[in-house]
């Protein structure tokens, strides 16, 4: 009997074992991500941020995919300390650019560098659907790189990077099967993570620390001013996605199923933030002169992660449409193209915002104690709404109870 030797080097217990860790690399960089975009104070990290958590996102699922056809469950720790140590280190980064700088020049070169290796030393037909999933996961993780090496060109190493690439060696690399390296000291430049209460904006913005109202009243002087306030709102949506980011950093036991709706939930977001600029750059106007009203994300971030869900589902989102009809008809029948598509494009998403906040309501107020019908929490929530959001007070009771 002749028995032949495969040249591939990944069987399938190892293939398991590396698709854990890659799931595991890519689900943390998601929590990181969504963790530090309100904390993160340049606008254009924050849009990129959007994009990327969502992007990893589907990395995940295409992990989870082919994980669950291969074991039960799906979801498993790495089974390796010193590769959850990295992870939870990378969280700690001394600011935004340095977090970014440790994600995407020192962890994502290094798993893609695996994808591509694993790529050609699985069994390719048996294991099809991994390389495909793996190909698909490559195209994203290629552009990530690339958009960190724009962004950091000519910037050295730092410590912390230095940091990192450390405890990676200490793992064994992204595979774990490379030698392993001591474990490395904590750099002095390593910053405890704290929740942000507040949503951090670049030098560039004027902060409007105070109510809404006045906007509401521009609205009724005519439709030219109404169509410009509409637009200046989508370039502020960043708040709506720094809520969504936080109720994610908020929710760690919520099932992957969430994680997943909230990471498209927060991308939107960002997208109609993306939107507003767009429109205004096309409009000859600079987004930067709109003043940030972040006193929204410190006055929603004072509440449980299930009531800033509901406040943002049932209160705003939910609330949104009747506005937003009534600006759709009016851009038609101006022949307002522009201003037409950019609406029906983000009422798509919100519709679907809403319908997020319907499926994981429930789930959110089981994780958070709340113990009461979801119909009468979603009726007092929406009156807390109605009371401290649309009277536009807004009001910060730690500041209050300080005063
Ligand atoms: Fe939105
Ligand atoms: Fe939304």
Same mark, same amino acid.
């Given at each position: 009997?002749?028995?032949?030797?495969?040249?591939?080097?990944?069987?399938?217990?190892?293939?398991?074992?590396?698709?854990?860790?890659?799931?595991?690399?890519?689900?943390?960089?998601?929590?990181?991500?969504?963790?530090?975009?309100?904390?993160?104070?340049?606008?254009?990290?924050?849009?990129?941020?959007?994009?990327?958590?969502?992007?990893?996102?589907?990395?995940?699922?295409? /992990?989870? =995919?082919?994980? $669950?056809?291969?074991?039960?469950?799906? !979801?498993?720790? @790495? *089974?390796? +300390?010193? &590769?959850?140590? %990295?992870?939870?280190?990378?969280?700690?980064?001394?600011?935004?650019?340095?977090?970014?700088?440790?994600?995407?020049?020192?962890?994502?070169?290094? /798993?893609? =560098?695996?994808? $591509?290796?694993?790529?050609?030393?699985? !069994?390719?037909? @048996? *294991?099809? +659907?991994? &390389?495909?999933? %793996?190909?698909?996961?490559?195209?994203?993780?290629?552009?990530?790189?690339?958009?960190?090496?724009?962004?950091?060109?000519?910037?050295?190493?730092?410590?912390?990077?230095?940091?990192?690439?450390?405890?990676?060696?200490?793992?064994?690399?992204?595979?774990?099967?490379?030698?392993?390296?001591?474990?490395?000291?904590?750099?002095?430049?390593?910053?405890?993570?704290?929740?942000?209460?507040?949503?951090?904006?670049?030098?560039?913005?004027?902060?409007?620390?105070?109510?809404?109202?006045?906007?509401?009243?521009?609205?009724?002087?005519?439709?030219?001013?109404?169509?410009?306030?509409?637009?200046?709102?989508?370039?502020?949506?960043?708040?709506?996605?720094?809520?969504?980011?936080?109720?994610?950093?908020?929710?760690?036991?919520?099932?992957?199923?969430?994680?997943?709706?909230?990471?498209?939930?927060?991308?939107?977001?960002?997208?109609?933030?993306?939107?507003?600029?767009?429109?205004?750059?096309?409009?000859?106007?600079?987004?930067?002169?709109?003043?940030?009203?972040?006193?929204?994300?410190?006055?929603?971030?004072?509440?449980?992660?299930?009531?800033?869900?509901?406040?943002?589902?049932?209160?705003?989102?939910?609330?949104?449409?009747?506005?937003?009809?009534?600006?759709?008809?009016?851009?038609?029948?101006?022949?307002?193209?522009?201003?037409?598509?950019?609406?029906?494009?983000?009422?798509?998403?919100?519709?679907?915002?809403?319908?997020?906040?319907?499926?994981?309501?429930?789930?959110?107020?089981?994780?958070?104690?709340?113990?009461?019908?979801?119909?009468?929490?979603?009726?007092?929530?929406?009156?807390?709404?109605?009371?401290?959001?649309?009277?536009?007070?807004?009001?910060?009771?730690?500041?209050?109870?300080?005063?």
């Amino acid at each position: 009997m002749q028995i032949v030797k495969p040249a591939e080097q990944v069987d399938m217990a190892r293939n398991k074992r590396l698709l854990n860790r890659y799931r595991f690399i890519e689900y943390e960089t998601i929590r990181i991500l969504a963790a530090w975009l309100p904390a993160a104070g340049r606008m254009e990290y924050k849009l990129a941020m959007g994009r990327f958590l969502w992007e990893e996102a589907q990395h995940v699922q295409h /992990l989870f =995919q082919r994980l $669950r056809e291969v074991q039960t469950p799906a !979801f498993r720790p @790495p *089974d390796d +300390p010193a &590769l959850e140590e %990295l992870m939870a280190e990378a969280l700690h980064a001394p600011d935004e650019r340095s977090l970014l700088a440790g994600l995407f020049r020192v962890i994502k070169p290094a /798993l893609l =560098q695996s994808y $591509r290796w694993h790529s050609q030393q699985t !069994f390719a037909n @048996p *294991d099809a +659907p991994t &390389l495909y999933a %793996l190909k698909h996961i490559q195209l994203d993780e290629s552009e990530h790189v690339a958009w960190a090496e724009a962004e950091f060109a000519g910037q050295p190493a730092s410590d912390w990077e230095h940091y990192l690439a450390a405890l990676l060696a200490h793992a064994g690399g992204i595979s774990g099967a490379e030698p392993r390296s001591q474990k490395p000291a904590r750099p002095a430049a390593r910053s405890p993570f704290r929740t942000p209460v507040k949503a951090a904006r670049d030098e560039r913005f004027r902060i409007l620390q105070r109510h809404w109202g006045d906007a509401e009243e521009r609205r009724q002087v005519n439709e030219a001013a109404r169509r410009l306030d509409e637009f200046e709102n989508y370039s502020q949506e960043m708040l709506a996605a720094e809520t969504v980011a936080l109720i994610i950093h908020l929710s760690p036991d919520m099932p992957w199923g969430f994680v997943y709706d909230s990471a498209r939930h927060c991308y939107d977001e960002t997208r109609h933030c993306q939107l507003g600029i767009d429109w205004l750059r096309q409009h000859g106007l600079d987004y930067t002169t709109v003043p940030q009203n972040t006193r929204i994300y410190q006055w929603r971030s004072q509440y449980d992660a299930a009531t800033q869900y509901c406040l943002l589902t049932r209160g705003n989102e939910a609330h949104a449409f009747p506005h937003r009809r009534r600006s759709l008809a009016q851009y038609t029948a101006a022949g307002d193209q522009l201003s037409a598509q950019y609406v029906s494009y983000d009422m798509a998403d919100e519709r679907q915002h809403v319908a997020f906040g319907t499926k994981w309501l429930p789930e959110l107020m089981a994780k958070n104690n709340i113990e009461m019908p979801v119909e009468q929490f979603i009726e007092e929530t929406v009156a807390l709404w109605q009371r401290e959001y649309v009277s536009g007070d807004l009001p910060l009771w730690n500041e209050r109870e300080l005063a």
